[in-house]
Each structure stands twice: as structure tokens, then as C-alpha cells.
T-cell receptor, first 110, second 117 residues
Framework: GESVGLHLPTLSVQEGDNSIINCAYSNSASDYFIWYKQESGKGPQFIIDIRSNMDKRQGQRVTVLLNKTVKHLSLQIAATQPGDSAVYFCAEIRFSRFYFGTGTSLTVIP | GAGVSQSPRYKVAKRGQDVALRCDPISGHVSLFWYQQALGQGPEFLTYFQNEAQLDKSGLPSDRFFAERPEGSVSTLKIQRTQQEDSAVYLC???????????????FGQGTRLTVV
């Protein structure tokens, strides 16, 4: 079936460490991928996106890696801060739809 | 406003009641999406508008769900004869351009939490 899923439902990291959140997808016909951050009681907030013909894209403190061979996406957060605590979703974009995974809950320990 | 605004923030409905959820997208945004998010889950697509045209409504779970965007700006999601399984957060998102296009960020509202009792 078509799905976007996450390897780890929860992740705890020490403040200042780097975080890596992983995502697997099963449909190779997607246009691109987006990482979203969702804090409690709020809507998802765009972090970074990557087109399907790219391998890597960098933003401010974040890097997204796309491995199409194994259909794997990762989000790396450098120097994780307490404000990074949230649920992170990868979303696969096909046609006019976002397909969201279940999410990974990131907790930053001060 | 500066962002996507949804109202009400919370809605409690008795089973069988009709509800209407409102979304005010960012002014000038072409694309508008509705998503349903169950507790502990990722958002699930409901429907997509490009201006006033509803281009994709295949995610609406039943004919009790109806969405409109008559003037290409404000949108309303209506749920008739609500059932307990309709309890969820309903998210609206808007985007400046038509979808899909890289760097076309979709901005989400805070959602309406619907509880059917």
C-alpha cells in the first residue's frame, strides 16, 4: 500500500546534541517531501522541503536527506534546543495532496 | 490577518447535530486544504480548493461532509448528522500558489477541535 511512516515514534535528546528523525515512504511517484513541526495545540509548521530529484537540502540548523534507493527521508537538527520539542511529520506530496506519517515526538532534555 | 484563522477553536456537538467550521486563509492565497487529524495521528487529507474550484474532494469520508469556498477566499467545512467518529481536529491550510510546486509553503491554521458526544 501507499504509506508514509516513521521509524521511531519518540525521540529524546540532550540540549545541544544533534537530532535525527527518520521517515520511510513506499510510493516513489511523489513530487516532493516536506518536514513539518507541530507543537501542542497548534497546526503543523513548515520546516523544510526537498524535491524528489534532490538528495540533500539545508536550512537554518536543519538538513533534509533523501535516499530514493531505499525510500528513506531524514531530518537532521543541529544543536537541538528546548524549543525544538514537538511532533515532527514528514509529508509526501503527490498531485494536490499531502500524505502525512504518524509523527515522531521529539523531547529535548535541558 | 497574518496567518490562517480557523473558528471556532473548540466545538462540542451532540451526536446527530450539524456543524460548520470556518477557515479564513491568508489573503490572496490560491490553494486551500482541509485536513482531519485524529488524536496521536498525522493529518489526513479531506479536500483541496484552487480558488473557488474544489479540485479534489476524494478524502471526504462520507456524504455527510461538505466543503465550499464560494468566493475563493473563506471556506466552510460542514458536517451533517455528526457521529462520534467525527471527533478530531480539523485543520485548514492555504498556499499562495497552486499545488504542487516546490517552495510553495502551505500555512496551517491552529485547527478546530471537534468533540461529538
Amino acid at each position: 500500500g501507499e504509506s508514509v511512516g516513521l521509524h521511531l515514534p519518540t525521540l529524546s535528546v540532550q540540549e545541544g546534541d544533534n537530532s535525527i528523525i527518520n521517515c520511510a515512504y513506499s510510493n516513489s511517484a511523489s513530487d516532493y517531501f516536506i518536514w513539518y513541526k507541530q507543537e501542542s495545540g497548534k497546526g503543523p509548521q513548515f520546516i523544510i522541503d526537498i524535491r524528489s530529484n534532490m538528495d540533500k537540502r539545508q536550512g537554518q540548523r536543519v538538513t533534509v536527506l533523501l535516499n530514493k534507493t531505499v525510500k528513506h527521508l531524514s531530518l537532521q537538527i543541529a544543536a537541538t534546543q528546548p524549543g525544538d520539542s514537538a511532533v515532527y511529520f514528514c509529508a509526501e506530496i503527490r498531485f494536490s495532496r499531502f500524505y502525512f506519517g504518524t509523527g515522531t515526538s521529539l523531547t529535548v532534555i535541558p | 490577518g497574518a496567518g490562517v484563522s480557523q473558528s471556532p477553536r473548540y466545538k462540542v456537538a451532540k451526536r446527530g447535530q450539524d456543524v460548520a467550521l470556518r477557515c479564513d486563509p491568508i489573503s490572496g492565497h490560491v490553494s486551500l486544504f482541509w485536513y482531519q487529524q485524529a488524536l496521536g495521528q498525522g493529518p489526513e487529507f479531506l479536500t483541496y480548493f484552487q480558488n473557488e474550484a474544489q479540485l479534489d474532494k476524494s478524502g471526504l469520508p462520507s456524504d455527510r461532509f461538505f466543503a465550499e469556498r464560494p468566493e475563493g477566499s473563506v471556506s466552510t467545512l460542514k458536517i451533517q448528522r455528526t457521529q462520534q467518529e467525527d471527533s478530531a481536529v480539523y485543520l485548514c491550510a492555504s498556499s499562495l500558489n497552486s499545488f504542487p510546486r516546490l517552495n510553495t509553503e502551505a500555512f496551517f491554521g491552529q485547527g478546530t477541535r471537534l468533540t461529538v458526544v
